[in-house]
């Protein structure tokens, strides 16, 4: 679940207002794009979500944490609610599919037991059993996102926050993802996907908030049709 009220942000390095006075819900089991144009403000938004950043002004509520409030030593107990998708994967070169994705429950202090259980569902469920052995560079792009989203999937976050996840995939591997990410909701997870794809968010019917001058223009199920990103 994610609230913003009234939620302003300005660089201060720049005098940049990235958000001007956002109000912003997404309910628990939702499927939302979030797209607009460059320097939008949607990276701003996925930040305050995500705790890197802080608003100037403003609430932002996230899976029953206020971010307007919270101490910087209870963000690790937000963000374990939080799986978090990058379009570059930031998987680590000289680790396994296998320890990449165990990697994020260690982190969390899980015990090898639960770690040698949830692993190999999680891999299967992406579609990467029978390459639990190989590095990175053994894989493909689209099989190297789907190690990122097993890796986000593992410790069973709330929601998944994706930045331009098919950035770097042909149009097939990017439906494939955006299916995957479906069966993934259909489980029960929260699902925000970041992205500038048009094709891609029209080829599914799911809610879209269009940002643009740091502002939400449009939200709805046909939000996207109606203005032009590019």
Do not use: C
């Not at 930031?90 to 259980?117: C, Q």
């Amino acid at each position: 679940m994610v609230r913003m009220n009234d939620v302003t942000m300005v660089y201060d390095s720049s005098g940049t207002v990235a958000l001007d006075s956002v109000d912003l819900a997404i309910q628990d089991g939702e499927f939302v794009f979030l797209v607009g144009p460059s320097g939008s403000g949607k990276t701003t938004l996925m930040k305050l979500i995500t705790g890197e950043i802080y608003a100037n002004a403003g609430t932002v509520i996230v899976n029953d944490f206020d971010l307007s409030t919270i101490k910087r030593r209870k963000l690790p107990k937000v963000r374990r609610t939080l799986g978090v998708i990058f379009q570059d994967y930031r998987l680590i070169d000289n680790m396994t599919v296998y320890d990449n994705v165990a990697f994020a429950m260690r982190v969390v202090g899980a015990s090898n037991r639960e770690i040698r259980k949830r692993v190999p569902y999680v891999l299967e469920l992406v579609g990467l059993e029978g390459r639990e052995k190989r590095l990175p560079s053994e894989l493909s792009g689209g099989e190297q996102q789907r190690v990122a989203i097993a890796r986000a999937l593992v410790n069973n976050p709330r929601m998944i926050v994706a930045d331009e996840p098919t950035g770097n995939l042909d149009p097939v591997r990017s439906l494939e993802l955006m299916l995957l990410f479906e069966k993934i909701n259909e489980m029960g997870t929260t699902i925000l996907v970041v992205t500038h794809e048009k094709e891609l968010v029209n080829a599914f019917n799911k809610r879209t908030i269009t940002i643009d001058g740091g502002h939400v223009i449009s939200d709805g199920m046909d939000g996207y049709y109606s203005y032009d990103i590019e």
